[in-house]
């Protein structure tokens, strides 16, 4: 780590998990603007890296069923034989899943809901973990959601649950993880604007002018926001933290239940 520039990465070796699309291509971005190398997992690899935006000489895109504990394994043994090494590892990716009350729940979906939200990351600390222990260094962030930490946000009951769960899972890894020189942390994005996603979504303006009101700030959060958090957390500057849950939502999370249009 350079010393005369603690927030200097110095050429990190990093894998996203969901980073073909939105928060996750932001964050694989960031990285890459910033020098590092970068493993890409995803599902869905219809999309050449340079299509996406990205330096081939520096970025690997490898098709990643998050849910397959052998496809996550592979993604870190990429890096690995890529790179040389993995120093980051940025459990991203996610989805919705069960929908709707308890009385509603169907729970033939549960077990897909549970392995894209949770299990993932389980198998991304996990295999992370194999390969940076032995080295007694490492970053392992994971991206959670403020639907994990406060019950008024309209997320989903199952998917905040699962949310819930990853902040729980991050504590308690990074307590086994401290002494063997790996932190890990993760992020709790608000609610986000990226081009990809939303035009999927067919968002209107309007509707993303009150997700702007929804910020104390009053501006709008862009997958850039968590990259630069992901960078921070993998930054010297962060060498004395682990175990934490970084909340990146604007404010929104400060304001209780949502307001009306006129921001009451």
Known sequence: MNQLNPGSSDGKVVAVTGATSGIGLAIAKRHL???DRVVIGDIRVDTSVEELGLDPARCKVVRTDVTHE???EALVATAVESFGR????????????VGGGPVDWNCDQLAATDGVLFNSVVFGIKHAAR??????????ISTASIAGIST???SGLIYSALKAAVVQLTKVSAL???RKGVRVNCICPGPMYTPMVNRGNGMSEAAR?????ASVLKIEGTGWDIGNAVRFLLSNHARYITGHVLVVDGGVTLQGPERDSEGH
């Open 33 to 35: 603007a910033a020098g």
């Open 70 to 72: 052998a496809d996550v």
């Open 209 to 213: 002018a009150a997700r702007t009101r």
């Open 131 to 140: 390969v940076m222990v032995p080295r007694g260094s490492g970053s392992i």
């Open 86 to 97: 993995l120093d980051v590892m940025v459990n991203n990716a996610g989805g919705g899943g």
């Open 176 to 178: 086994d993880l401290a």
């Open 152 to 154: 008024h946000i309209n």
